[in-house]
């Protein structure tokens, strides 16, 4: 198994631009969730899903887009990139929430300009 | 709502010191608490959770008990190596954060040989 997948590893953008950091796991987990890691903030949850077709905001959601089409697959989309958003991204999955483990994919360092 | 309290670091010690990482939680019910690693340049991985009061996880050499009566969860090690030197998150995983997963801000480990 390669558990959690994250591309890309680091990516500068400029101010406005978009993009979409993408997130799979091979484990037939249900539950998925994006967070961001900023010094001395530690992590904090942006969006997370149940389930296929299911998802919900977390506790720092503006200014991104989560869809889950598949139990695989949940990338994480920035509209319209600001410097603010400069951090590292990790994806997690668990079996499914609260008081399971949950698994890290190794993180996307992203660069705002 | 819920939250997590860990000690601030850095925290830098010699090989084979004895650590101790404060952490102190407060939350409805009974949540689940962890304690995850992070070491340079990777995702955070489980190093060990508790699901009930009085419960002690461990893992390679790490310990912490769930005390109900003073809502805390200190990670201890009797003798650290420089292997151990990452950073630590407390969480938990409550009724009353609909059992989203919450973090502590994190207290980096550092390990002198």
């Known amino acids: 198994n390669a558990g959690v997948t994250q591309t890309p590893k680091f990516q500068v953008l400029k101010t406005g631009q978009s993009m979409t950091l993408q997130c799979a796991q091979d484990?037939?987990?249900?539950?998925m969730s994006w967070y961001r890691q900023d010094p001395g903030m530690g992590l904090r949850l942006i969006h997370y899903?149940?389930?296929?077709?299911?998802?919900d905001q977390g506790e720092v959601p503006n200014g991104y887009n989560v869809s889950r089409s598949t139990t695989e697959d949940f990338p994480l989309r920035l509209l319209s990139a600001a410097p603010s958003q400069t951090s590292v991204y990790f994806c997690?999955?668990?079996?499914?929430?609260?008081?399971?483990?949950?698994?890290f994919g190794p993180g996307t360092r992203l660069l705002v300009l | 709502g819920d939250s997590v309290t860990q000690m601030e670091g850095p925290v830098t010690l010699s090989e084979e010191a004895f650590l101790t990482i404060n952490c102190t939680y407060t939350?409805?019910?009974?949540?689940?608490l962890f304690w995850y690693v992070q070491y340079p340049g990777e995702g955070l991985q489980l190093l060990l959770k508790?699901?009930?009061?009085?419960d002690k996880g461990s893992n390679k050499g790490f310990e912490a008990t769930y005390r109900k009566e003073t809502t805390s969860f200190h990670l201890e090690k009797g003798s650290v190596q420089v292997s151990d030197s990452a950073v630590y998150f407390c969480?938990?995983?409550?009724?009353?954060?609909?059992?989203?997963?919450?973090f502590g801000s994190g207290t980096r480990l550092s390990i002198r040989p």
């Open positions: 997690a999955s668990s079996a499914t929430q609260g008081g399971e483990t949950q698994y």
């Open positions: 484990m037939n987990h249900e539950y």
């Open positions: 899903s149940v389930g296929a077709g299911i998802t």
């Open positions: 939350a409805t019910g009974y949540p689940s």
């Open positions: 508790a699901t009930k009061a009085d």
């Open positions: 969480a938990l995983s409550g009724y009353s954060s609909a059992s989203k997963i919450i």
